[in-house]
T-cell receptor, first 115, second 110 residues
Framework: EPEVTQTPSHQVTQMGQEVILRCVPI?????FYWYRQILGQKVEFLVS????????KSEIFDDQFSVERPDGSNFTLKIRSTKLEDSAMYFC?????????????FGSGTRLTVV | TQLLEQSPQFLSIQEGENLTVYCNSS?????LQWYRQEPGEGPVLLVT?????EVKKLKRLTFQFGDARKDSSLHITAAQPGDTGLYLC??????????FGPGTRLSVLP
């Protein structure tokens, strides 16, 4: 069964450093997403991406965050200057379509720890 | 902002028991999805419901979407230890991105 692949599975970084989280969505999917889940809290929407541009972003997704699809297969999330409160599981997801009957396929996540 | 609440927050039961978990909102959703998440993994889609009053069955799991499309329930018959996990509901309103509830953490003891 097709999978969404995320790398790395764990990332430890010092506060203020830049990190790039990588995702390979399912090949025939057109809609891409980043969500995060702080330990013990709910899954929170960060950003959606379609047709090589951001289609929607949340209040969490401020100027420190950016997304890119550099080569037609990878989908990356960059955090420019990490803060302690950025520590969370970051999930990439993709969907074949955007209508209600299409569910998300999530990756296994990247656990980001900012120290 | 549309918010989803889930209850109970935690549920611990014995193998073979039946259970129901709930997802509620004051807002109407055009569609609602249920996911199960295991520790260290991403959520896995179980079902999507789009019609008020709709009932879907997935083996021992029965999902219902409320008539007013503001609530949903998940009923598990004869729970097994393999059903242990965090059950998340997520709602969307006509093309907007899905908003997740906080989840119900289910533990099924052998």
């Amino acid at each position: 069964e097709p999978e969404v692949t995320q790398t790395p599975s764990h990332q430890v970084t010092q506060m203020g450093q830049e990190v790039i989280l990588r995702c390979v969505p399912i090949s025939n999917h057109l809609y891409f997403y980043w969500y995060r889940q702080i330990l013990g809290q709910k899954v929170e929407f960060l950003v959606s991406f379609y047709n090589n541009e951001i289609s929607e972003k949340s209040e969490i997704f401020d100027d420190q965050f950016s997304v890119e699809r550099p080569d037609g297969s990878n989908f990356t999330l960059k955090i420019r200057s990490t803060k302690l409160e950025d520590s969370a599981m970051y999930f990439c997801a993709s969907r074949e379509g955007s209508t209600a009957n299409y569910g998300y396929t999530f990756g296994s996540g990247t656990r980001l720890t900012v120290v | 902002t549309q918010l989803l609440e889930q209850s109970p927050q935690f549920l611990s039961i014995q193998e073979g028991e039946n259970l129901t978990v709930y997802c509620n909102s004051s807002s109407v959703f055009s569609s609602l999805q249920w996911y199960r998440q295991e520790p260290g993994e991403g959520p896995v889609l179980l079902v999507t419901v789009v019609t008020g009053g709709e009932v879907k069955k997935l083996k021992r799991l029965t999902f219902q979407f409320g008539d007013a499309r503001k609530d949903s329930s998940l009923h598990i018959t004869a729970a097994q230890p393999g059903d242990t996990g965090l059950y998340l509901c997520a709602g969307s309103n006509y093309g907007q991105n899905f908003v997740f509830g906080p989840g119900t953490r289910l533990s099924v003891l052998p």
